[in-house]
């Protein structure tokens, strides 16, 4: 079964809070390399004390009996929808097969009372090559361990699913950034990410670099560029902040924001209907590398549970702050 990973979160993402807080063994690679967010990458003629330098988690050749593993303490705990085990670059190193189990212990790191659950069966691997796998399960996780048999390297672990959001024990008047990442908020569709991923946008903190947000290519016709949001949950809408920071020279002119409340559309049946949403925040000027909060200016629409953030006419998003209360 394929996997849609647009429409999902990487659990294990560092920027999330994501560690590997153990491994049998990790001589030739860290095994911390394993869910760095950056992409692996090949550096020719590189050695370190133990041999080649390789960009992911690598243990030495196993023998005895037995199979390596590592544990991964998720960034946000949630359902797991899918999973990426990427050998990028490890040839012939790989590990031959790899399954996968998971645990949910959320009042510390699992110990020898745990009891995990295989997620993900034994399977064949590939040198140089994703493994991109389905995750048929509803249950809620905080710990993953990927096992590779024998011994090997692995470039990266994706981990792709939801977070889990006790939006039921939340009171109704409480503000909250309904959507941000950790809140369960979705970016679903732009018009253009050149030069950085839509998704940025509901990251955690403040960007780090103008490639810790959202950029779109020079617009060299008429229009302009736009994020489809999701909400973690409806809500009405009180705050918007909208982040130009690392953007100087490439930031937008002004921003405008419509929202709706949706039920059932999806695809591009939604991308087209949200062309005509109300509108949550009339056209606002925006500065370079500066943080714009709105709070007069936006219309009370009463709940919602997606966004249009347009940009005119095109340029580069930091962060997108929408604050309020669960509907």
């Known amino acids: 079964m394929s996997l849609d990973v647009e429409h999902y979160i990487n659990l294990a993402d560092e920027k999330l809070g994501a560690q590997v807080i153990y491994a049998t063994d990790d001589f030739f690679a860290d095994k911390s390399r394993l869910?760095?967010?950056?992409?692996?990458?090949?550096?020719?003629?590189?050695?370190?004390?133990?041999?080649?330098?390789?960009?992911?988690?690598?243990?030495?050749?196993?023998?005895?009996?037995?199979?390596?593993?590592?544990?991964?303490?998720?960034?946000?705990?949630?359902?797991?929808?899918?999973?990426?085990?990427?050998?990028?670059?490890?040839?012939?190193?790989?590990?031959?097969a790899a399954s996968i189990d998971a645990c949910y212990w959320p009042d510390g790191d699992p110990c020898a009372l745990t009891q995990w659950r295989e997620i993900l069966p034994k399977m064949t691997l590939y040198g140089n090559s994703h493994h991109i796998e389905k995750i048929d399960s509803d249950e809620?996780?905080?710990?993953?361990?990927?096992?590779?048999?024998?011994?090997?390297?692995?470039?990266?672990?994706?981990?792709?699913?939801?977070?889990?959001?006790?939006?039921?024990?939340l009171d109704q008047r409480q503000r909250v950034d309904l959507a941000a990442v950790e809140n369960g908020g979705r970016a679903l569709a732009c018009s253009d990410q050149h030069y950085g991923n839509k998704s940025n946008i509901l990251g955690v903190g403040?960007?780090?670099?103008?490639?810790?947000?959202?950029?779109?290519?020079?617009?060299?016709?008429?229009?302009?560029?736009?994020?489809?949001?999701?909400?973690?949950?409806?809500?009405?809408?009180?705050?918007?902040?909208?982040?130009?920071?690392?953007?100087?020279?490439?930031?937008?002119?002004?921003?405008?924001?419509?929202?709706?409340?949706?039920?059932?559309?999806?695809?591009?049946?939604?991308?087209?209907?949200s062309a005509l949403w109300s509108e949550l925040l009339p056209p606002q000027k925006l500065n370079a590398d500066d943080i714009h909060e709105f709070t007069a200016e936006v219309v009370g629409l009463g709940p919602v549970t997606h966004v249009r953030l347009n940009i005119f006419p095109d340029g580069g998003i930091s962060r997108l702050r929408l604050f309020g209360t669960k509907a």
């Open 206 to 273: 403040r960007g780090e670099n103008m490639g810790d947000g959202w950029e779109t290519a020079r617009r060299r016709t008429p229009g302009n560029d736009w994020v489809l949001v999701e909400l973690g949950h409806a809500g009405n809408i009180e705050c918007v902040v909208v982040d130009t920071g690392h953007f100087k020279g490439n930031f937008p002119d002004y921003c405008s924001i419509q929202a709706a409340y949706v039920e059932d559309e999806t695809g591009e049946a939604l991308i087209s209907q």
């Open 35 to 96: 869910i760095q967010r950056a992409d692996p990458k090949w550096r020719e003629g590189v050695y370190d004390e133990n041999g080649k330098w390789m960009d992911g988690w690598e243990s030495r050749r196993k023998r005895e009996e037995g199979h390596d593993f590592c544990i991964v303490r998720l960034g946000l705990i949630g359902v797991v929808a899918g999973v990426d085990i990427d050998t990028s670059f490890f040839t012939g190193n790989f590990p031959p």
């Open 140 to 169: 809620v996780y905080t710990h993953l361990r990927l096992n590779i048999y024998p011994d090997g390297g692995v470039a990266r672990l994706r981990v792709y699913g939801r977070p889990s959001v006790d939006w039921q024990g």
